[in-house]
């Protein structure tokens, strides 16, 4: 598990990357990002798994791929992010593997952090 500074712990927090967050979707996933204007370099995440994915079992499974990914990819985590993930209801929990994860949340980080890049270049969003 990654270190508490890397975790969305608070409500505000959330409702600001629902509210004020781009969102960006994959086959199975919706990914909220949000700049933090003056924060430091660092990235935050949190999970928003519903009751719609399944019962307990199914949304505990689901929450443990997705903190492996975040585990095992933090490195390529765009900095002075704070990005929330929503399971979309179509999601089989049954299938949920760390290959699934990566397959459709890596190009999802790759095109956050191209933006950022993009919106710090041009000054647009």
């Known amino acids: 598990?990654?270190?508490?500074?890397?975790r969305l712990t608070r409500r505000p927090d959330?409702?600001?990357c629902y509210n004020?967050?781009?969102?960006?979707?994959?086959?199975?996933?919706?990914?909220?990002?949000?700049e933090r204007e003056g924060a430091a370099p660092v990235w935050r995440?949190?999970?928003?798994?519903s009751r719609k994915v399944g019962d307990a079992v199914?949304?505990?499974?689901t929450k443990r791929v997705l903190?492996?990914?975040f585990r095992l990819y933090q490195d390529d985590m765009p900095g002075g992010m704070d990005l929330v993930v929503v399971p979309k209801r179509r999601l089989d929990p049954r299938r949920v593997t760390l290959d699934l994860a990566?397959?459709?949340?890596?190009?999802?980080?790759?095109?956050i952090r191209d933006s950022l890049c993009?919106?710090?270049?041009?000054?647009t969003p």
């Open 45 to 49: 995440y949190g999970l928003a798994v």
């Open 58 to 61: 199914r949304r505990n499974r």
């Open 102 to 111: 990566v397959q459709e949340l890596l190009p999802l980080m790759r095109e």
């Open 118 to 123: 993009r919106e710090a270049n041009d000054g």
């Open 20 to 34: 004020t967050g781009r969102r960006y979707f994959s086959k199975h996933f919706i990914v909220f990002a949000l």
């Open 14 to 16: 959330y409702v600001a």
């Open 67 to 69: 903190r492996e990914f």
């Open 1 to 6: 598990m990654l270190a508490r500074p890397s």
